[in-house]
């Protein structure tokens, strides 16, 4: 089994940063990892992934060029840089990963195994 435990979330003023960790445990390899959020009322939405070996990343339109993905492979660490945060960036953050190779889009569905989550409050 693979466990996700995410941290670093925070409250935080707008164009304010943050910086989440996920820990990845268990001794299976992981194909990719990814960050997800959803914000009350709202579906989940994807934010960015990364490829475990290339380091490949995708982003969502919303968070490109203010959001950063980046991983430590040896310490099996995924980690979400936020930058020139916005109040519509306030949601629950989750870490998301994947074991066998396939799809690593945006979507839940490519991802079996999800953190608790981490709240992230963005105030105007």
């Known amino acids: 089994q693979v466990q996700l435990v995410e941290s670093g979330g925070g409250s935080v003023q707008a164009v304010g940063s943050l910086r989440l960790s996920c820990t990845a445990s268990?001794?299976?390899?992981?194909?990719?990892m990814g960050w997800f959020r959803q914000a009350p009322g709202k579906q989940r939405e994807g934010v960015a992934r990364?490829?475990?070996?290339?380091?490949?990343?995708l982003y969502a339109d919303s968070v490109k060029g203010r959001f950063t993905v980046s991983q430590d492979n040896s310490k099996k660490m995924l980690y979400l840089e936020m930058n020139t945060l916005k109040p519509e960036d306030t949601a629950t953050y989750y870490c998301?990963?994947?074991?066998?190779?396939?799809?690593?889009?945006?979507?839940?569905?490519?991802?079996?195994?999800w953190g608790q989550g981490t709240q992230v409050t963005v105030s105007s």
């Open positions: 268990g001794s299976y390899s992981l194909y990719c």
């Open positions: 998301a990963a994947r074991r066998g190779a396939g799809w690593c889009r945006l979507l839940g569905s490519d991802f079996g195994y």
């Open positions: 990364i490829y475990s070996g290339s380091g490949n990343t």
